[in-house]
């Protein structure tokens, strides 16, 4: 059984940094893409950015490209989303997701996480 854990969520203020974890397990993830999600309260879940082995990264993200980075350890089964210079609008749940290809639906994802809360402070 697949199982998507996250971790690395918190409180942090306007101009921090946070790098959030997500480790895999329940098989072999080398060929599947995890991705990174958020959602805001009363808003809907949007795509952050997503990284596999075939393609690389990808950033859905227009306001965090040049903040956030995503890397990999497939050694770890885990991947990760560095966060830098956040601001009060990056402030969400985050989901860590897993699909066989990179994609910015949320309905395409086969595997989902159970989300860390990133709070960012004015």
């Known amino acids: 059984q697949v199982q998507l854990v996250e971790s690395g969520g918190g409180l942090v203020q306007a101009g921090g940094s946070l790098r959030l974890s997500c480790a895999a397990s329940?098989?072999?993830?080398?060929?599947?893409?995890m991705g990174w999600f958020r959602q805001a309260p009363g808003k809907e879940r949007e795509a952050v950015s997503c990284?596999?082995?075939?393609?690389?990264?990808?950033y859905y993200l227009n306001s965090a490209k040049g903040r956030f980075t995503i890397s990999s350890d497939s050694a770890k089964n885990t991947v990760y989303l560095q966060m830098d210079s956040l601001k009060p609008e990056d402030t969400a749940m985050y989901y860590c997701?897993?699909?066989?290809?990179?994609?910015?639906?949320?309905?395409?994802?086969?595997?989902w996480g159970q989300g860390t809360q990133v709070t960012v402070s004015s």
């Open positions: 329940g098989r072999s993830f080398s060929s599947y893409a």
């Open positions: 997701a897993l699909n066989g290809l990179c994609s910015p639906d949320p309905s395409d994802q086969a595997h």
């Open positions: 990284t596999s082995g075939r393609n690389g990264p990808v």
